[in-house]
């Protein structure tokens, strides 16, 4: 079956400062990933959809200046949050769907990141 | 507006059978997803429905109903294993998944 894994699955940074966060798709290629956020006890947010080779679309109220998206290539999607703070501080996952596993439009979840800001 | 409705808790014993109903409102429908989600983890596929009816898959089935708007999640012969949340989704017109606030299935010896 499809695979996406991420990279870190856990980060502790200091306020301030920047994250990346990896989404890569390793048996597949990925035309379209997804990013989401969770708070505890909370469903998942899409923040924004990622698009290979074109810029991401972001959901409202998610600024696009503080969480950079790049989709460099047909497997990788890296988040960047700029300047985190406290508030960021989440659960982080990202899914891509897979074109050719037929028309169920399902998406592939990475394991997530938990990121906390101190 | 968009809206995913589903029960924020249940209880039910091991050995049981569980049903989590979820309802909906959006733009458009491209099919619902169950999804399950253990603390901490990121969200794993359960099942897909686009065409009303019933689907089985061990002992998970899910039902969709898309004149009403319902699905529905049967969980048999529960296990200690089952506890987690169950999260309903839907894909919309431009194929963009709507989630509902999950599920928390405890299950009790």
């Known amino acids: 079956g499809a695979v996406v894994s991420q990279h870190p699955s856990r980060v502790i940074c200091k306020s301030g400062t920047s994250v990346k966060i990896e989404c890569r798709s390793l048996d597949f290629q990925a035309t379209t990933m997804f990013w989401y956020r969770q708070f505890p006890k909370q469903s998942l947010m899409l923040m924004a959809t990622s698009n290979e080779g074109s810029k991401a679309t972001y959901e409202q109220g998610v600024e696009k200046d503080k969480f950079l998206i790049n989709h460099a290539s047909l497997t990788l999607s890296t988040l960047t949050v700029t300047s985190a703070h406290p508030e960021d501080s989440s659960f982080y996952i990202c899914?891509?769907?897979?074109?050719?596993?037929?028309?169920?439009?399902?998406?592939?979840f990475g394991p997530g990141t938990r990121l906390t800001v101190l | 507006g968009q809206n995913i409705d589903q029960p924020t808790e249940m209880t039910a014993t091991e050995g049981a059978i569980v049903q989590i109903n979820c309802t909906y409102q959006t733009s458009g429908f491209n099919g619902l997803f169950w999804y399950q989600q253990h603390a901490g983890e990121a969200p794993t596929f359960l099942s897909y429905?686009?065409l009303d009816g019933l689907e089985e898959k061990g002992r998970f089935s899910s039902f969709l109903s898309r004149s009403k708007g319902y699905s529905y999640l049967l969980l048999k012969e529960l296990q200690m294993k089952d506890s987690a949340s169950y999260l309903c989704a839907v894909s919309d017109s431009n194929y963009q998944l709507i989630w509902g606030a999950g599920t928390k299935l405890i299950i009790k010896p």
């Open positions: 899914s891509a769907r897979d074109p050719s596993a037929g028309d169920n439009n399902e998406q592939f």
């Open positions: 429905n686009v």
